[in-house]
């Protein structure tokens, strides 16, 4: 039975290279206080290391290995508790490292530098993305929505038009585009606070009969089941309004920084989960419209945050790889007439390949969560 | 000590072509020893005894056959896949993916750390370390891999037909056939659902889930006899000796047409098979256990006083003590033109939920390896067409598949024969 001795032993080697600096931790570990971020340590040789951090500060944060020269990390722990320890592993390569220490209210400090000398590959250090260097894409993707919202109030009216007018064919049809144009913006809808409930609300909670439920769906679920002009038209003005207010209000409204690099996968996770199984499919049978319109708002974050991952995300020409497969199955379910195939009438073989193409998708997509956090230097 | 700094675990991913690293410097020795086991010895029974701490020790993964087939460990998942992969060059990266996460996962180790440069590597669902529990991932092949999607008419197996729907089947064809199998076997439901995340994860764009379903074996009782089945019958308890595997379980090329990448590899019948256990538990014993042909008690068979003992069929030849229509006595009349259908069965107990009249969905995974499927499996389901048993069960899925031949070693890969 060799495997228990297998992590004890990259544990006992690690820790036997490294020479702790006090504090009231036990030995062989690292400390670090408000005076000291790490002390005096050292690495004899690359290799597979995992490192014991102890927080001898009263207060928690994060500690980074890094790159000096680069600022780039190569590990960090996060939400590191005063008074506790906690593990850090990587494959040490040769290279410069240091200890950064960002503890909660403190300025920033950067413990000494330990070389490791000679040609040996380890992990990359990832420069981290700053604050600073969301704020100009966040500025244009605030644009983007705006302009959404803007092209949004007009189809909104021209569908509560139809639905006025009671000409149901037409609002049929127009009420596509308009609900396609709302699924491009899935970066804003934390930031939209109740009117995303107002505009997007699924039934779910409610049921299909409650007045409270408004918005696209709700449209739909009445155009697609022969509901009336009349029992419709006081939804088709209610989002209209809802879409002014939105837009009035919108210049108001933050979207987080964190939140550009998140939803680059969580747009298209709410795609698997609602539009690929069908669930947000109230009578048009259109989710594979929507998801291309999701596809198109996740391509609008990609393309802002293109210059900072293009330099720290290997994986990149995989995710474009692969929403490009996503996007080619989904037109080919597009009929000449116009119409859609609905995930119901979908044959097994292209469901399955849609399924696929996304989950891959969005695996390549995960990481950019990570990368693309804002992170203190 | 230097093999745990060396050493990082694959993480190999589906069109990422990223070279798996090899972790295979931490195996344990394990239970190399199942090839000695007789059909009296339960090989899972012999790990079970071996386990520490409720894990059983690494199954070695390279080898001439896939150890899953012989070896039998207590908690399954037998997982369906239709392939995605857009073309035969992605197929191989699938196959080799598949190859290099099961090599990780069977030997264990600890997943790399990934910086901030994403989520974590691993589930974490076995702890920070992942701890082998005697996995067995055992991979097969369908027989629609073989249409023209990937170029491998040429190449399919003799004996690989679409599955049969036999006299009271009641197949569904959601949970019938597939491209790929793969079942994944391990002392615990954990290590097993582990391994399912872990491979699915890394293979998300070149292979979607079919049909699965999750199965296990309860111990043997009383200890020492063999695990029994949800209609409180010992399963399994004769199997043909490992000295007949050349003639019985081993596919061999040349023969009957098989093609040359075939050697090692062995075909894979699954049957899912529900059991109506609330009727059963309303007929008498005596009538059971001549369904059966066994003592439901003890597990002999009904004119003899061991577990092993060969029924002797020449001496009740009408059938006053084991009935002719037995289950046992149909399925293996053990006489010499019925020696050559005789197959390797792994069964294990499945039970998920209820039916719409609330009765419990509860069955067998049946599984058997075999040489020849239609000189085999088929020969015996034929014999057993009409069996008194069969108001009791509803075979619904499943499918035939060749398991692949072994993956020999670091360098080689599943299906590397039929894709090179």
């Known amino acids: 039975m060799r495997r228990t001795p297998f992590l004890t032993g990259a544990l006992l080697a690690a820790t036997a290279l490294l020479t702790a600096c006090g504090g009231s931790a036990a030995p062989n570990t690292i400390s670090f206080n408000n005076a000291s971020c790490g002390g005096t ?47 850090m592993s990587l494959d040490v390569g040769s290279g410069r490292y240091a200890f950064r220490c ?16 000679g040609h040996v590959k380890g992990f990359a250090a990832t420069v981290p993305v700053t604050f600073n260097d969301l704020v100009a894409p966040e500025k244009e993707y605030q644009a983007y929505v705006e302009a959404g919202l803007q092209k949004l109030v007009g189809q909104t009216e021209t569908l509560d038009g ?63 089941h022969g509901q009336s002009a009349s029992e419709l038209t006081p939804y088709a003005n209610k ?79 995989a995710v474009y790889t692969w929403l490009d497969r996503l996007q080619a199955l989904l037109e080919a379910e597009h009929l000449p007439n116009g119409t859609w195939v609905s995930v119901s009438q979908l044959p097994a073989a292209a469901r399955q390949d849609i399924d696929a193409a996304c989950g891959q998708a969005l695996e390549e997509l995960a990481p950019i969560a990570s990368i693309a956090e804002p992170r203190n230097t | 000590m230097g093999e745990a700094e060396d050493k990082l675990p694959g993480r190999r991913s589906f069109l990422r072509g990223v070279a798996g690293g090899v972790a295979g410097g931490v195996v344990a020795g394990g239970a190399a020893g199942y090839a000695l086991h007789g059909p009296q010895q339960d090989p899972a029974l012999a790990a079970d005894t071996a386990s520490l701490d409720g894990r059983l020790p690494a199954v070695p993964f390279h080898g001439k056959h ?111 056939g597939g491209d790929l199998i793969l079942q994944f076997s391990a002392g615990n439901t954990d290590a097993v659902l582990h391994a399912l995340r872990d ?49 019985l379980l081993w596919v061999q090329p040349g023969a009957a047409g098989e093609p040359a990448w075939t050697a090692g590899g062995s075909y894979l019948v699954v049957r899912l098979i529900r059991m109506f256990v609330e009727f059963w538990d309303r007929v008498d014993v005596y009538e059971q256990q001549q369904m059966f042909g066994r003592d439901r008690a003890t597990g002999f068979p009904l004119d003899a006083d061991s577990l092993y003992a060969l029924p002797d069929y020449a001496a009740d030849p009408t059938g006053a003590v084991i009935p002719l229509n037995a289950h046992m006595r149909l399925a293996n009349p053990r006489t010499p033109q019925t020696a050559s259908s005789r197959i390797m069965r792994r069964a294990w107990n499945y039970d998920r939920g209820i039916d719409q009249v609330g009765d419990l969905d509860m069955g067998l995974i049946f599984t058997c390896y075999q040489q020849d499927i239609q000189r085999q499996f088929e020969a015996v389901q034929t014999r057993l067409i009409n069996e008194p048993l069969v108001d009791y069960i509803s075979p619904f899925g499943g499918g035939y598949f060749l398991a692949l031949p072994g993956v020999r070693d670091a360098s080689d890969w599943y299906g590397r024969g039929l894709l090179t």
Request: proline letters at 8%; zero cysteines.
């Open chain 1, 162 to 224: 139809d639905v006025q007018r009671g000409n149901l064919a037409q609002a049929r049809s127009d009420w596509l585009p308009a609900h396609l144009e709302y699924e491009t913006l899935g970066a804003a809808y934390d930031a939209f606070g109740s009117f995303d409930d107002e505009i997007d609300g699924r039934a779910d909670a409610l049921g299909v009969t409650n007045p409270q439920w408004t918005g696209f769906y709700r449209l739909e679920y009445g155009l697609w």
């Open chain 1, 41 to 87: 340590w050292k690495l004899a040789k690359p290799g597979w290391h995992t490192f014991d951090l102890y927080n001898g500060n009263d207060v928690g944060g994060e500690i980074d290995l890094i790159d000096p020269r680069t600022g780039g990390v190569y590990a960090e722990v996060d939400q590191f508790g005063p008074g506790t320890t906690q593990t």
């Open chain 2, 199 to 247: 491979i699915a994860k890394h293979t998300r764009g070149g292979m979607q889930i079919n049909w699965r379903i999750d199965g296990f074996r309860g111990p043997a009782r009383p200890a020492g006899t063999v695990p029994r089945n949800m209609l409180g019958f010992m399963d399994g308890i004769l199997n043909p000796p490992l000295s007949e595997a050349n003639d």
């Open chain 1, 239 to 317: 989002l209209a309004a809802d879409v002014r207010a939105l837009l009035a209000t919108w210049p108001t409204m933050e979207i987080p920084l964190i939140d550009i690099g998140l939803r680059t996968h969580e747009i298209l996770e709410n795609a698997l989960e609602f539009q690929l199984t069908g669930h947000d499919d109230y009578g048009s049978g259109t989710t594979l419209a929507t998801t291309l319109a999701n596809i198109q708002g996740t391509r609008e974050l990609l393309s802002l945050l293109h210059p900072l991952l293009v330099t720290r995300y290997p994986g990149l020409p």
């Open chain 2, 66 to 176: 896939q150890p899953g087939i012989l070896l039998q460990q207590p908690q399954t998942a037998v997982v369906s896949f239709d392939a995605t992969a857009g073309n035969r060059a992605e197929l191989t990266d699938l196959f080799q993916t598949i190859t290099s996460r099961a090599r990780f996962l069977t030997a264990g180790g600890t997943p790399p750390p990934v910086g901030i440069d994403g989520p974590p590597s691993d589930s974490g669902i076995l702890g920070p370390t992942v701890v082998p529990d005697g996995l067995t991932v055992t991979f097969g092949v369908g027989p629609t891999l073989f249409d023209d999607r990937y170029g491998l008419a040429s190449q399919l197996p003799a004996s690989l037909t679409p599955m049969r729907s036999f006299p009271n089947d009641n197949l569904d064809p959601a949970q019938t």
């Open chain 1, 102 to 117: 960002l503890f909660d209210d403190t300025d920033p400090m950067t413990g000494s530098t330990v070389t490791v000398p």
